[in-house]
């Protein structure tokens, strides 16, 4: 329990950081801080996107249904806005919900599939899900052309008291306040999943189900957990950037884009571990946002290339690199070295160091 | 429901199914000897349709004779990638191999979109593009005719190639077993580069019809890779075989339910994930 307790107490001091991070930005830099601040947003909203991939992937389901996780959560406050006069902050918990039951329904139904096929049935969900938005009626999910989603902060503008860019500013400010929360809901889930028993017994159905079974775990239950946990905080995700991005399309909300980022930036940055995919995703951020300059069209480019290179020559990750570089300095035992042969899928099966 | 429209439906579906067979069959190859999921099989087929818009806005090249030069310039594309990083993969997990090929596809689709852009592409002022006849009420354009019949000769080919050539036998041993074949002095790893750079240079050829019959864009891809899934599937993991009865099975599901169901352009594609998904769903039930 120690572990769990300094974990959580670094998770805490992780988000009074983030607490502070606008107002330092914006002594800093000034008015170039509001661009800042969503170059951080956008890290912020990447970290929660491969973590909550990497909790599923976890126990060995390497879903292409992210997207389609997301893309529930968005649609829920898009309809729930459209048809009623809820409360504004209702949609996203509702959100969340709304994922965590459908990936209910999917995980059941896909628990017998391995590999391969559970990621192409899974991608032909998302897929089928897509067209199923896209075909309800428009009066309900806004047919193609989507719907139109209320802004979570509108600042007004005071003449006198603030400079205009500060309207910019304070919009930032609250989305980048409310995917900190969100980053430590989901920071928390990990840890909690990794400080106890359920680690061992994720780690054992991703390894070999049946002798999972034999062990006491239940197989269908481990995969089921993970499932919901992981489409809940993606519904969350969706939830919030709907309202940060103003409308959802079927599109757009369920793109591929969002699943090829949820499972690169954790693959990057190190799979089955709460670090890796947050440090991925500030890294692919940055690279992300400078491509992006370079080049209208195509930027993502940079993602595949990152994930060749990643299987290829780094199957551990930036955390299973750092680790390695620590044990080569501490002398310590040589353990499998993850050549090109070993595998970011069964990499994790070792001990963290 | 107008049934009026149900002869022409079915003749365009047979007409569509010739195209993903060829797709298809190239996919089922690299699963079947390499055993490799290419998730990045679609992109060949886009690669191939814009080598072709590339080949006539340049050089004014007819379709029919950038087959000549799409066909080498894939197995060239298919050789170097298998070389770079496929060989690498062939022992690793079944999930490092198909996020691998993902990346490639990836890369693939994004190297088009900065070439090319993200507009759609066509091959116009091409002189048989809007030539056709009439049957029975039922028009048949003579572009699709075209690729069906050069589709369905290359898919024989290939099947003739596999029955009765020493290549063609030498990739069933391998894809039986690897080791066994091995043992008996083949060269497993040249056959897997033959048989990748045949599946990528299949794909492109498909690429180049589908250039003149659609306008495509870069990301048209995926949508393919995951068709030749969705008929790869139905046929059954690795099966060669049954490729061609598969494809007629998805092209007529579609073009059915494209024509007959009111609206149902926008259907298409759910009638092939919805395909995929409940053939996988159910055999992995029926196994239990």
């Known amino acids: 329990m120690r572990g769990l307790t300094r974990d959580l107490v670094a998770t805490a001091a992780f988000a009074v950081l983030l607490v502070f991070l606008p107002s330092v930005l914006r002594e800093v830099f000034g008015r170039a801080s509001v661009s800042y601040l969503s170059l951080a947003t956008n890290a912020l909203v990447l970290a929660v996107l491969a973590l909550s991939w990497d909790m599923l992937a976890r126990t060995g389901q390497l879903s292409l249904a992210h997207a389609a996780f997301t893309g529930a959560g968005a649609y829920t406050v898009a309809v729930l806005f459209k048809l009623t006069g809820a409360p504004l902050w209702l949609g996203i918990p509702l959100g969340g919900l709304v994922a965590a039951v459908l990936a209910l329904g999917l995980g059941s139904v896909t628990l017998r599939l391995f590999g391969i096929y559970f990621a192409i049935a899974t991608l032909a969900f998302t897929e089928v899900l897509k067209a199923a938005v896209q075909r309800l009626p428009t009066a309900v999910a806004g047919g193609a052309a989507g719907i139109n989603v209320p802004a979570l902060f509108r600042p007004t503008f005071v003449a006198g008291s603030m400079e205009r860019w500060e309207v910019a500013f304070l919009r930032n400010q609250g989305y980048f306040w409310v995917y900190a929360g969100l980053l430590v809901v989901a920071v928390v889930i990990s840890v909690l999943i990794q400080r106890s028993r359920l680690r061992a017994a994720f780690t054992a159905v991703r390894t070999n189900e049946q002798v999972a079974g034999v062990m006491g775990v239940n197989p269908a239950r481990m995969k089921l957990l993970a499932f919901v946990l992981s489409s809940f905080v993606a519904g969350l995700l969706g939830a919030v950037e709907a309202h940060r991005l103003g409308s959802v399309s079927p599109d757009g909300a369920f793109s591929v884009h969002t699943t090829v980022l949820a499972l690169v930036t954790p693959i990057f940055g190190g799979l089955y571990t709460t670090l890796g995919p947050i440090l991925g995703a500030t890294v692919l951020a940055g690279i992300e946002e400078t491509l992006k300059r370079t080049f209208s069209e195509g930027y993502l480019i940079g993602y595949g290339i990152v994930l060749v290179a990643s299987i290829l020559f780094m199957p551990r990750g930036l955390v299973g690199l750092a680790s390695k570089l620590v044990k080569r300095g501490g002398a310590s035992t040589s353990g499998r070295v993850g050549g090109a042969s070993g595998g970011a899928a069964d990499a994790a099966a070792e001990e963290r160091a | ?288």
């Open chain 2, 1 to 288: 429901m107008d049934l009026s429209l149900l002869p022409q439906a079915i003749v365009s579906g047979v007409l569509a199914s010739g195209l993903y067979a060829l797709v298809s069959v190239g996919l089922a190859l690299a699963i079947g000897v390499i055993g490799i999921v290419n998730f990045a099989h679609g992109e060949f087929f886009m690669v191939g349709a814009f080598l072709a818009y590339q080949l006539f806005v340049s050089f004014g090249f007819d379709p029919l004779l950038s087959l000549l030069f799409v066909a080498p310039a894939l197995a060239v594309i298919g050789a170097l990638i298998y070389l770079s990083s496929i060989r690498f993969v062939l022992r690793a997990p079944e999930l490092n191999q198909m996020l691998l090929t993902f990346g490639i596809g990836i890369i693939l689709q994004n190297l088009a979109l900065l070439i090319w852009g993200g507009d759609p592409r066509t091959i116009a002022n091409v002189p048989y593009r809007s030539l056709g006849f009439q049957v029975a009420g039922v028009s048949i354009g003579a572009v699709p005719l075209g690729s069906f019949v050069i589709s369905l000769l290359l898919v024989a080919g290939l099947y003739w190639m596999l029955a009765s050539t020493p290549l063609g036998r030498a990739m069933r041993a391998v894809a039986q077993n690897r080791i066994g074949a091995g043992l008996v002095g083949l060269e497993v790893d040249r056959v897997y580069l033959v048989a990748f750079a045949l599946s990528a240079l299949l794909a492109g050829l498909g690429g180049v019809m589908i250039g003149v019959i659609q306008s495509p864009t870069p990301t048209v891809g995926l949508g393919f890779t995951l068709k030749a899934f969705a008929i790869v599937v139905l046929a059954g993991l690795g099966n060669i075989r049954g490729i061609v009865g598969a494809a007629l099975t998805v092209a007529l599901a579609e073009s059915l339910v494209a024509t007959l169901v009111p609206n149902g352009d926008a259907l298409r594609n759910m009638v092939f994930f919805a395909i995929i998904f409940v053939v996988l769903v159910w055999r992995s039930r029926r196994v239990a």
